[in-house]
């Protein structure tokens, strides 16, 4: 399964853990390319989520 970063295009190669994500050539993506964030993208797409969450909603305990 490959799994491609949704914000900067970068691919993972490897398995989980110990994964390395690089920009990927067109011709490695096939049909069965699934989206997702890598590790540094998802640590920016967290820290916008709580960003907004802190502005405009609040979340009751
Ligand atoms: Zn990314």
């Known amino acids: ?7 900067c ?3 993972r190669r490897g398995p989980e ?3 390395t994500w ?3 050539a067109k ?3 096939g049909p ?3 989206h997702g964030y890598c590790p540094k993208c998802a640590d920016k797409a967290l820290a ?5 969450q802190g502005k405009s909603v609040r979340i009751p305990k």
């Not at 399964?1 to 914000?7: G, K, R, T």
């Not at 916008?48 to 907004?52: E, G, K, T």
């Open 1 to 7: 399964m490959i799994v491609q970063c949704c914000v």
């Open 9 to 11: 295009k970068k691919i």
């Open 17 to 19: 853990g110990s994964a």
């Open 22 to 24: 690089s920009l990927a």
């Open 27 to 29: 011709e490695d993506l």
């Open 32 to 34: 069965g390319v699934s």
């Open 48 to 52: 916008q989520i709580r960003n907004a």
